[in-house]
């Protein structure tokens, strides 16, 4: 049976969601301070927390800090007065659950106590976010932590970044996974047809609505809805997206009577959101109900020691649907994939891999496949390595520097390592041993094998 702390100082308030909770068969356990709180903590474990945010001794905001640091895998949920949004949302971004209203709606109390004591299901394997580096480890981490809430979140990053990938991950880590995700391009629907599209219509509404239809957040109900280029919303569309969130509740078009809806909304853009509302072209209330988690997607030559690994699986995932063995990559396609800035990121790097592919003998895959421009001696390496302490110790640093600097030679030198040598003032033999040690295999058909300029 789930354990459930209640924390409020108001007897009635305290009674009303024990009886409520006590019918849903759930074990619940009621004190009146913040101090009554943290004591209760320490010496009982509970599957959820429902708190006021005014307390005799503090308040629900510090003790929803509290346990986000000390118990950081248990749901706390919020109750704020009647129209306290902008409190309900700081809280959401301290890492609450959910949050409800006074006077308590108990159908949406029971919703939020279902949602929050609903275990994850184990997500798709194919939705795991790849790479070894630190930002995508980062990114794992907060996508871990994020799935757990009900918070609004807001994805930013460049186009092919892998922003619906991170959406869909939150939705099936998340106590939502077992309902739908419904993902929409803001961009892609005609002015015109955007309220029928996001709230439905009735028959007869409009010309040409033969049926009722209900629109994207009834079909999102209980579930989430990802609104994808969300910075493409017309204004007046804009006005009433922020009105459905608020009230949580649309009306189709046609229709006299409000239908309450209960979806969590994850947005994402590639556009700079905060100069789109300095520009007037974002609400910037609509900017603050849904920039309540921000979340980065790194562009991949951010990350360009993820490369190896994302070429593997999508060389090793095109493979099986040909029905082939996956192709190797020679060294000198490794250099060019990671000298290059791949402004189409991830979805670039799959493209491109596909169609050398198509070009190869399907057993190596070298540099001319690839048909990427190479870097020139003047071209300056576009890694942007910095040195930051906190983060890196410096030999790993210089290994990183070491690292990009050969494979900017080798690129440069379309693969030729007697060439690459030379441009890096070593000798052969030592830009071998340097290679070894970076994972690239010896080639028996090497460029300088044949020129006869080896070392001895």
């Not at 799935?147 to 892998?162: E, H």
């Not at 999508?314 to 029905?323: C, P, Q, V, Y």
């Not at 020679?330 to 596909?354: C, K, M, T, W």
Request: aromatic letters at 6%; glycine letters at 6%; charged letters at 25%.
């Amino acid at each position: 049976m789930a354990r459930i702390l209640i924390v409020d100082d108001e007897p009635d308030i305290c009674e009303l969601l024990e009886i409520t909770l006590r019918r849903m068969k759930l074990d619940v356990e009621t004190t009146q301070s913040f101090r009554g709180a943290l004591r209760t903590l320490q010496i009982e474990h509970f599957d959820l927390v429902i708190t006021d945010m005014q307390l005799p001794d503090g308040n629900g905001m510090e003790l929803v800090q509290h346990i986000q640091k000390q118990y950081p895998n248990l749901p706390v949920a919020v109750i704020t007065a009647f129209g306290s949004i902008d409190l309900a949302t700081a809280a959401l971004k301290a890492g609450a659950f959910d949050f409800v209203s006074k006077p308590v709606d108990l159908a949406r109390l029971r919703e939020l106590i279902q949602a929050a004591l609903q275990k994850p299901q184990p997500h798709n394997e194919s939705l795991t976010l790849m790479g070894h580096s630190q930002s995508m480890q980062q990114l794992r981490a907060t996508v871990a932590k994020v799935a757990r809430g009900q918070a609004p979140v807001f994805i930013t990053g460049a186009s092919g970044s892998g922003k619906e990938r991170v959406a869909r991950l939150i939705h099936e880590l998340g106590p939502r996974s077992a309902q739908g995700f419904i993902p929409v391009n803001c961009g892609a629907i005609p002015a015109e047809l955007m309220e029928s599209e996001f709230f439905g219509h009735r028959k007869g509404s409009f010309t040409g609505a033969h049926d009722d239809k209900i629109g994207l957040f009834q079909a999102a109900d209980t579930g989430t809805l990802f609104l994808d280029e969300v910075a493409d919303l017309p204004l007046p569309m804009q006005v009433k997206l922020l009105r459905a969130l608020q009230e949580k509740s649309v009306r189709p078009v046609g229709a006299t009577q409000e239908i309450a809806v209960n979806v969590r909304i994850i947005a994402a853009t590639h556009k700079d959101i905060q100069h789109e509302v300095a520009a007037g072209r974002f609400r910037q209330d609509l900017f603050y109900r849904l920039h309540v988690i921000p979340i980065h997607v790194p562009p991949l030559k951010e990350h360009r020691d993820d490369i190896p690994m994302l070429s593997q699986h999508f060389l090793e995932n095109i493979a099986r649907d040909w029905g082939i063995a996956p192709p190797r990559l020679s060294s000198q396609a490794q250099a060019v994939l990671h000298s290059y800035d791949f402004p189409g990121n991830v979805r670039e790097l799959q493209n491109i891999l596909e169609r050398a592919m198509t070009l190869s003998d399907q057993q190596i895959i070298d540099a001319e496949h690839l048909q990427l421009p190479v870097a020139t001696p003047t071209q300056p390496s576009t890694t942007g390595l910095v040195y930051r302490p906190e983060e890196h110790p410096l030999e790993d640093f210089l290994l990183a520097i070491e690292r990009q600097a050969i494979l900017d030679a080798l690129a440069t030198h379309r693969g030729n390592r007697t060439k690459a040598a030379k441009h890096l003032g070593l000798t052969f033999r030592s830009l071998r041993y340097r290679l070894k040690k970076m994972g690239f295999s010896e080639e028996d058909n090497d460029e300088a094998a044949e020129d006869g300029t080896r070392d001895v």
